[in-house]
């Protein structure tokens, strides 16, 4: 599959909250995308997943403007705000939630089975989680759901820890056939010694989704 955004613009009551981004992911690559904190990376990440609807500009899936099917084929992962959970809670119910919402059985047996492959403590309040740790359990709830081609992850980073560890997760996805766009700040990507998309710029001519292949 392969998402473009050609010129996705989006403005808010006080002004612009993204400025004109071109980008394409496809499947089989991570593309990272990188923008300085209040330039819009949350708002990128509703439009490309079809949760948000551009004030210009498109997004297509597989050539198509199709909001039903963009929301149907991309999960957004721990978007501020918004999909992120409750930190209160504990990782159990976050789970519990997380399955019926990608519509797979919610009940205790299953989510204990679930915390039990993914050798998790459902007893633990979820903000407690080191943020590798978060990460993992949200992008295989992100992943529950059969129809999921793709995933948008919202700025993992912004739970510290050595960048290497959530891109190792995108990477795997994408050897998975996925595709798969991170968000992330700058610092992140030159860590990484990747380099990325960037917010507010055409990439469709000057970047890559990157291969999964060299960082583990």
């Not at 084929?73 to 159990?92: C, H, K």
């Not at 519509?103 to 979820?126: D, I, Y």
Request: net charge neutral; aromatic share 2%.
């Amino acid at each position: 599959m392969e998402i473009v955004a050609t010129g996705v613009e989006v403005n808010g009551a006080h002004g612009a909250l993204l400025a004109p981004t071109s980008l394409r992911a496809r499947s089989g690559h991570v593309l990272l995308v990188t923008g300085d904190p209040n330039s819009g990376r949350t708002a990128l990440a509703l439009a490309l997943s079809g949760r948000l609807r551009p004030s210009r500009g498109t997004v297509r899936l597989d050539g198509a403007t199709d909001g039903n099917a963009l929301r149907r084929s991309v999960a957004v992962v721990d978007v501020p705000q918004i999909t992120e959970p409750d930190g209160a809670l504990p990782v159990r119910d976050v789970v519990a939630e997380g399955l019926s919402l990608a519509g797979r059985r919610s009940g205790h047996r299953r989510v204990r089975e679930w915390l039990s492959a993914c050798a998790a403590a459902g007893e633990e309040r979820f903000e407690n989680l080191a943020g590798f740790e978060r990460t993992r359990l949200l992008v295989e709830l992100g992943c529950a759901a059969r129809s999921t081609k793709a995933l948008v992850l919202d700025c993992p980073d912004r739970h510290g820890g050595d960048p290497t560890g959530w891109y190792s997760l995108a990477a795997r996805r994408a050897e998975c056939g996925m595709a798969v766009v991170v968000l992330c700040n700058p610092h992140s990507a030159d860590q990484l010694g990747i380099t990325p998309a960037r917010i507010g710029a055409n990439n469709l001519e000057t970047s890559t989704p990157d291969s999964p292949e060299g960082l583990r």
